[in-house]
């Protein structure tokens, strides 16, 4: 699914066309990231949702050192653009209004390169940039804005069918699938101009775009009706590939080495895509193969594969000896050693691998060197109050998602975590209480208004907790009811 956002700077910039008043009018820059909030809200819940810390982070420093070329992009709002993955072997990603692009976890394998990788982002950061989603539902005077409701089912649905997301997305506004493909081939051109440019600024290997969407054409030659669903959620034409060849003709060739951190994020979607029985021997097989390359790099990600591997068998004692033995290489590369201090990698491993062997202290003295040198990491955070709670340091533990979430207020996994404490300190009301903010920060309304309730009937409940579950339950009935509000509007 590749329906999205312009801000009219870059607009003017790339000559493309610029959304009139009626659009703007419909569907205003807030607006638009308030929906993609709310369909979020969505994909978050999705057992898909890959929510792993060292994955995201990558994606994200990714994403936001191709932005940093290109700040117009963010649109006039400055969208805090958010990256994530989402566990399905298919070849897709996908965009969403206000600035979240999502990779499905076949995509980030099937890159053979980072620029590759990097080139998808910039094609999808495009798609933000123009606003497509608002270009869409406006082309015509007098359409409807899709129901929320129905976006949401298409979002899910784009997962492994587009075919399906589109006739829902249909469905939901009553257009014609032919004119949203149709206008699909425009924005994928628009997309692929301004993608383009963020790839060569932000010092990527242009070409990669070539290369990784002419594998994907010619991958059709190995499909009847099962078109790849890139393909089909993103219509790639012999003239698109010749326009980006094109451009390729005046510029100079620049060779983009691969970072570690993208060999070892290939690594982690490996093993997270299908942790299976049957998943995890294929991944050996597969590490066990690249671990006979000369390569040093190779050796690495073979090695801390075999790691996350033994990690998710539980094979603590393994585990350990085999991220060591990949930490030790990297320690003696000068190419490569920054990432200790650069990226949760390895730290987020060998912290997993100390709670599961039940070494608590020993984790939380790592994460505390953690957290010192990555202050930025919200994994790192949330890992050294696991390590505090492990420790059975709750009071610590406590105090420190507290203070989080006065940073951080957003982060429905510090309220999530803090419940955990509460309820190892059998404080019932404060862990419901907990639990149903980090609801409410997912718009997850039924989910929090239940969770108020529980907390409301528990014995220990103070008179201040019920000061405040008041409060709240006043507050997201009334959100509850503007949404619906909303959502209803659309129809």
Same mark, same amino acid.
């Given at each position: 699914? #590749?329906?999205?956002?312009?801000?009219?700077?870059? *607009?003017?910039?790339?000559?493309?066309?610029?959304?009139?008043?009626?659009?703007?009018?419909?569907?205003?820059?807030?607006?638009?990231?308030?929906?993609?909030?709310?369909?979020?809200?969505?994909?978050?819940?999705?057992?898909?949702?890959?929510?792993?810390?060292?994955?995201?982070?990558?994606?994200?420093?990714? =994403?936001?050192?191709?932005?940093?070329?290109?700040?117009?992009?963010?649109?006039?709002?400055?969208?805090?653009?958010?990256?994530?993955? %989402?566990?399905?072997? %298919?070849?897709?990603?996908? !965009?969403?209004? =206000?600035?979240?692009?999502?990779?499905?976890?076949?995509?980030?394998?099937?890159?053979?390169?980072?620029?590759?990788?990097?080139?998808?982002?910039?094609?999808?950061?495009?798609?933000?940039?123009?606003?497509?989603?608002?270009?869409?539902?406006?082309? +015509?005077?007098?359409?409807?804005?899709?129901?929320? *409701?129905?976006?949401?089912?298409?979002?899910?649905?784009?997962?492994?069918?587009?075919?399906?997301?589109?006739?829902?997305?249909?469905?939901?506004? =009553?257009?014609?699938?032919?004119?949203?493909?149709?206008?699909?081939?425009?924005?994928?051109?628009?997309?692929?101009?301004?993608?383009?440019?963020?790839?060569?600024?932000?010092?990527?290997?242009?070409?990669?775009?070539?290369?990784?969407?002419?594998?994907?054409?010619?991958?059709?030659?190995?499909?009847?009706?099962?078109?790849?669903?890139?393909?089909?959620?993103?219509?790639?034409?012999?003239?698109? /590939?010749?326009?980006?060849?094109?451009?390729?003709?005046?510029?100079?060739?620049?060779?983009? #080495?691969?970072?570690?951190?993208?060999? @070892?994020?290939?690594?982690?979607?490996?093993?997270?895509?299908?942790?299976? /029985?049957?998943?995890?021997?294929?991944?050996?097989?597969?590490?066990? %193969?690249?671990?006979?390359?000369?390569?040093?790099?190779?050796?690495?990600?073979?090695?801390?594969?075999?790691?996350?591997?033994?990690?998710?068998?539980?094979?603590?004692? $393994?585990?350990?000896?085999?991220?060591?033995?990949?930490?030790?290489?990297?320690?003696?590369?000068?190419?490569?050693?920054?990432? @200790?201090?650069?990226?949760?990698?390895?730290?987020?491993?060998? /912290?997993?691998?100390?709670?599961?062997?039940?070494?608590?202290?020993?984790?939380?003295? &790592?994460?505390?060197?953690?957290?010192?040198?990555?202050?930025?990491?919200?994994?790192?955070?949330?890992?050294?109050? &696991?390590?505090?709670?492990?420790?059975?340091?709750?009071?610590?533990?406590?105090?420190?998602?507290?203070?989080?979430?006065?940073?951080?207020?957003?982060?429905?996994?510090?309220?999530?975590?803090?419940?955990?404490?509460?309820?190892? +300190?059998?404080?019932?009301? !404060?862990?419901?209480?907990?639990?149903?903010?980090?609801? =409410?920060?997912?718009?997850?309304?039924?989910? *929090?208004?239940?969770?108020?309730?529980? $907390?409301?009937?528990?014995?220990?409940?103070?008179?201040?907790?019920?000061?405040? /579950?008041? $409060?709240?339950?006043?507050?997201?009935?009334?959100?509850?009811?503007?949404?619906?509000?909303?959502?209803?509007?659309?129809?």
């Amino acid at each position: 699914m #590749a329906n999205v956002g312009i801000a009219p700077e870059l *607009a003017h910039a790339q000559n493309l066309p610029t959304l009139g008043d009626t659009s703007r009018e419909e569907l205003s820059p807030l607006a638009e990231r308030k929906l993609g909030e709310q369909i979020m809200s969505v994909v978050r819940r999705d057992p898909d949702f890959m929510d792993d810390a060292p994955v995201s982070e990558y994606l994200n420093r990714l =994403g936001n050192k191709m932005l940093e070329t290109r700040p117009d992009a963010r649109g006039e709002t400055s969208f805090n653009f958010e990256f994530f993955a %989402v566990r399905d072997p %298919v070849l897709n990603a996908f !965009a969403f209004p =206000g600035g979240f692009i999502g990779f499905h976890s076949g995509l980030i394998l099937a890159a053979q390169s980072e620029s590759e990788l990097a080139s998808v982002m910039g094609h999808e950061i495009g798609h933000v940039a123009q606003r497509h989603i608002a270009r869409m539902l406006t082309s +015509q005077k007098g359409d409807a804005l899709i129901p929320l *409701a129905a976006l949401a089912l298409a979002v899910l649905a784009a997962r492994s069918s587009p075919d399906a997301a589109m006739a829902l997305a249909a469905g939901g506004q =009553g257009l014609a699938i032919q004119k949203q493909l149709n206008f699909g081939r425009d924005a994928e051109r628009e997309a692929d101009r301004v993608g383009f440019q963020i790839l060569r600024d932000s010092g990527f290997d242009p070409s990669g775009m070539v290369s990784f969407f002419g594998r994907l054409q010619n991958s059709t030659r190995n499909y009847t009706d099962n078109v790849p669903p890139y393909l089909r959620s993103h219509p790639l034409t012999s003239e698109r /590939i010749a326009d980006i060849q094109s451009r390729l003709v005046d510029q100079r060739y620049r060779q983009h #080495a691969d970072s570690l951190e993208f060999l @070892l994020t290939k690594v982690r979607v490996r093993v997270l895509q299908d942790s299976s /029985i049957q998943g995890l021997m294929d991944a050996i097989t597969y590490f066990d %193969v690249q671990a006979k390359s000369g390569k040093l790099e190779d050796q690495i990600t073979a090695k801390y594969g075999h790691a996350f591997v033994a990690y998710k068998r539980l094979d603590y004692t $393994a585990a350990r000896t085999l991220l060591d033995q990949a930490q030790k290489m990297v320690e003696k590369d000068a190419r490569y050693k920054d990432l @200790l201090t650069q990226s949760n990698m390895f730290a987020d491993l060998s /912290i997993d691998i100390l709670i599961g062997s039940q070494q608590t202290a020993a984790a939380v003295k &790592e994460a505390e060197k953690a957290m010192r040198e990555l202050p930025l990491s919200r994994g790192v955070a949330l890992q050294y109050a &696991e390590a505090l709670l492990a420790d059975k340091k709750e009071e610590q533990s406590a105090a420190f998602l507290r203070d989080q979430i006065v940073l951080y207020r957003q982060e429905p996994q510090l309220y999530s975590l803090l419940a955990k404490v509460y309820d190892a +300190q059998g404080k019932q009301a !404060a862990q419901h209480l907990a639990l149903a903010e980090a609801y =409410g920060i997912q718009s997850n309304w039924d989910a *929090a208004l239940q969770q108020l309730e529980i $907390a409301r009937r528990d014995k220990d409940a103070q008179y201040f907790e019920l000061s405040v /579950i008041d $409060a709240r339950e006043r507050e997201w009935k009334e959100k509850h009811k503007d949404q619906m509000a909303d959502e209803k509007k659309r129809r």
